[in-house]
């Protein structure tokens, strides 16, 4: 957490509060979250002055382009979150850095954990977060269809969840959208790669895209940090369907939700909807 559903929706909510304002000052508690510069002074240096000219989005990181051609990168991970917000007196716990805007308004970062880090990238793209250049297509993106996906898992003896979770492969994914889109494309998520048939490959497309797009609809899942950029929670942990259930009944077919650790994750399944594979055979082409 989060994952693109809500680092989308923080982009949502925070863009009409950001965009066409300048950064007056910037206040850092903790340099451990900064990555480019590293040290607090240069880097509330080149961000002060600078224009918010947009807002945009690449699988989880958050874009923010500025007026000297620049980019203000913010990558969230496991508990990182921005917050808008004009209450001067108001301080978070695990406050990692404040930014003051010329109308009076404020946009913290919070990190419990610290996994998450700020960038500053120049004109010429100096600072550029390395795995940003190496994220496959957004799972809501044109460029994310049936035949990518096809390629992405032709040949892969790894399993179909650890396939996804690597974002070269699609963008924005993580352990909840995988494990709700496998539940919704009927797939263990066990399967290799190369033993999913072209019609699984096309069903499991469908079914990423429905998920991601539902939990967008949705603002996003809030267990446990997770909120969007003015503080509200999301709604769609109210409609998982299998993430955070093992145990319960499943909603699609009555049988009980498991849980087992496939890819290094804990993962959530249905054994009836999703059968284990007895034989794994290379199928999957465009």
């Not at 993106?141 to 790894?158: E, I, K, N, Y």
């Not at 797939?187 to 539902?214: F, K, N, Q």
């Amino acid at each position: 957490m989060p994952e693109l559903p809500e680092v989308e929706t923080v982009r949502r909510t925070l863009a009409p509060h950001l965009v066409g304002r300048t950064v007056t000052a910037v206040e850092v508690y903790d340099a451990g979250i900064l990555r480019h510069p590293t040290s607090p002074a240069p880097f509330a240096g080149a961000l002060v002055g600078r224009r918010v000219r947009a807002l945009g989005r690449r699988g989880k990181y958050l874009r923010m382009a500025l007026s000297d051609g620049g980019e203000w990168i913010v990558h969230l991970r496991m508990s990182g979150r921005l917050l808008w917000h004009r209450e001067r007196e108001r301080r978070e716990r695990f406050l990692r850095l404040r930014a003051m805007l010329d109308d009076g308004s404020l946009l913290d970062y919070i990190d419990m954990r610290r996994l998450g880090g700020m960038y500053l990238v120049d004109a010429d793209g100096v600072g550029v977060p390395a795995g940003l250049g190496r994220l496959g297509p957004d799972a809501v993106d044109p460029a994310f269809t049936p035949a990518h996906l096809a390629g992405v898992v032709r040949g892969r003896r790894a399993t179909i969840k650890g396939i996804l979770l690597d974002q070269r492969a699609v963008a924005g994914l993580g352990n909840i959208y995988v494990d709700e889109a496998l539940h919704a494309a009927r797939l263990h998520p066990t399967r290799t790669g190369e033993s999913l048939r072209p019609a699984e490959v096309r069903r499991l497309h469908a079914a990423i895209v429905a998920v991601v797009r539902e939990g967008i609809r949705a603002q996003g899942v809030s267990f446990a940090l997770y909120r969007d950029g003015e503080g509200r929670p999301g709604e769609m942990g109210e409609r998982l369907r299998v993430y955070g259930r093992a145990g319960l009944a499943c909603y699609a077919c009555g049988g009980t939700i498991a849980r087992a650790r496939v890819a290094g994750r804990g993962t959530a399944y249905c054994p009836r909807c999703q059968p284990e594979p007895r034989r794994q055979t290379g199928r999957a082409r465009c």
